[in-house]
């Protein structure tokens, strides 16, 4: 089975702090995708990468970064953390195939 | 960019019968991949079914079918027998073979069935 691990299930961070959220697959998937799921608004994709040190902006990209320093870590970053980044961060790799496996997700609270 | 529309915020259905969830999409591509996953509160989001839209059969897992509509780019889950297990947020997904491999997702539906 496909295992998607996301470093944190819970996280509560002040404004202004530099957060790190990392997720690791052990698939050797090429694609790797980082979304935030808020309610009402389903999944909106942050950013991708389709390998290794590439990274594409999804459709909100802005108060993030993501770094793919290897096949199978793919971090997201959020430089300053602001209220309105509280929220539920899911991160996926996906199959060549193109079938999609998500990790458990990160509730970021940032007060 | 592909839409997906979920038109149904919320779903109920008692336990044992049967529910359709209903998804379209939007898309000037011919080759492309359909999804639904399920969401159970506070738990992973899991694939439910898929669909290659090159196939004209529809896809079936157990309990859970899809009625694919090509020309019409609607894309419905039917779950029969429904069982509590199956209270979940429901998404239904599009993948685009041509815009880097990214996912398009619905809204969600939240389906709840009843004891």
């Known amino acids: 089975d496909v295992k998607v691990t996301q470093s944190s299930r819970y996280l509560v961070k002040r404004t202004g702090e530099k957060v790190f959220l990392e997720c690791v697959q052990d698939m050797d998937h090429e694609n790797m995708f980082w979304y935030r799921q808020d309610p009402g608004l389903g999944l909106r994709l942050i950013y991708f990468s389709y390998d290794v040190k590439m990274k594409e902006k999804g459709d909100i990209p802005e108060g993030y970064s993501v770094s793919r320093e290897k096949k199978e870590r793919f971090s997201l970053i959020l430089e300053s953390a602001s209220t309105n980044q509280t929220s539920m961060y899911l991160c996926?790799?996906?199959?060549?195939?193109?079938?999609?496996?998500f990790g458990p997700g990160t509730r970021l609270t940032v007060l | 960019a592909q839409t997906v529309t979920q038109s149904q915020p919320e779903m109920s259905v008692q336990e044992a019968e049967t529910v359709t969830l209903s998804c379209t999409y939007d898309?000037?591509?011919?080759?492309?991949?359909l999804f639904w996953y399920k969401q159970p509160p506070s738990r992973q989001m899991i694939l439910v079914i898929r669909?290659?839209?090159?196939?004209?059969q529809n896809a079936t897992e157990n309990r859970f079918s899809v009625n694919f509509q090509k020309a019409a780019k609607s894309f419905s889950l039917k779950i029969s027998d429904s069982q509590l297990g199956d209270a979940a947020m429901y998404f239904c997904?599009?993948?685009?073979?041509?815009?880097?491999?990214?996912?398009?997702f619905g809204t969600g539906t939240s389906l709840t069935v009843i004891p």
């Open positions: 996926a790799s996906t199959a060549p195939r193109g079938t999609q496996y």
């Open positions: 997904a599009y993948r685009s073979p041509l815009t880097g491999n990214q996912f398009y």
């Open positions: 898309t000037s591509e011919s080759d492309y991949y």
């Open positions: 669909q290659e839209a090159y196939k004209q």
